[in-house]
């Protein structure tokens, strides 16, 4: 399995308070990526990585901001957590571009009451 | 229309039977094809990547439909432990997109 743990594994967390979920990995791959999976959506790609301090938007952006200060770290934040986030999150790794296979993260479940 | 789609199910098989998942894909300038499966409550892992000749690993074999957009996975003499979600996944112009998945349950 890719070395790629994501800190904390469940969160519970009030609407308007500050999020940061945490994804690390041994691979020293360059793309990273964070994704939320809900019902009847599957997943949904919110931000990635091309390289360190290299970010860009994905599909459902909103209300969401990374960082990536080291190849091994990418840090996603809700900064002003809603209802409407609580979901799973992964993050995923793949060593080239965004098209080849992707490596994914056991998942961060976070509910925002 | 949705990038990815496919058949929710769920797909009830007995164990030791054939089935067989289909989806379409609305990118005709796609590149690259996969198959990951999803267990209940963990990541999605890796199946196997969709080459356009056709590929095989095991009982389980893919195969690619350039023309119509269509990818297939086939699982022959199913096991209890091939139960899970089958996500449908295509490469884009600038990213991966992932069908909502197929449900299958594999009945002893």
């Known amino acids: 399995d890719a070395g790629i743990t994501q800190s904390p594994r469940h969160k519970v967390t009030e609407t308007g308070t500050p999020v940061t979920l945490r994804c690390h990995q041994t691979?020293?791959?360059?793309?990273m990526y964070w994704y939320r999976q809900d019902p009847g959506h599957g997943l949904r790609l919110i931000h990635y990585?091309?390289?360190?301090?290299?970010?860009d938007k994905g599909e459902v952006s909103d209300g969401y901001s990374v960082s990536r200060s080291k190849t091994e770290d990418f840090l996603l934040t809700l900064e002003s957590a809603t209802s409407s986030q609580t979901s799973v999150y992964f993050c995923?790794?793949?060593?080239?571009?965004?098209?080849?296979?992707?490596?994914f993260g056991p998942g961060t479940r976070l509910l925002v009451l | 229309r949705k990038e990815v789609e496919q058949d929710p199910g769920p797909f009830n098989v007995p164990e030791g039977a054939t089935v067989a998942f289909n989806c379409t894909y609305s990118?005709?300038?796609?590149?690259?094809f996969f198959w990951y499966r999803q267990d209940c409550r963990k990541e999605p892992k890796l199946l196997m990547s969709v080459y356009s000749s056709g590929n095989e690993d095991g009982r389980f074999t893919a195969q690619l439909n350039r023309a119509s957009q269509y990818i297939s996975l086939l699982i022959r003499d199913s096991k209890l432990s091939d139960s899970a979600t089958y996500l449908c996944v295509v490469g884009g112009a600038q990213k991966l997109v992932f069908g909502q998945g197929t449900r299958l349950t594999i009945n002893p």
């Open positions: 990585s091309y390289g360190v301090k290299d970010t």
């Open positions: 990118n005709s300038a796609s590149q690259s």
């Open positions: 995923a790794i793949s060593e080239r571009d965004a098209r080849a296979t992707q490596y």
């Open positions: 691979e020293n791959h360059r793309y």
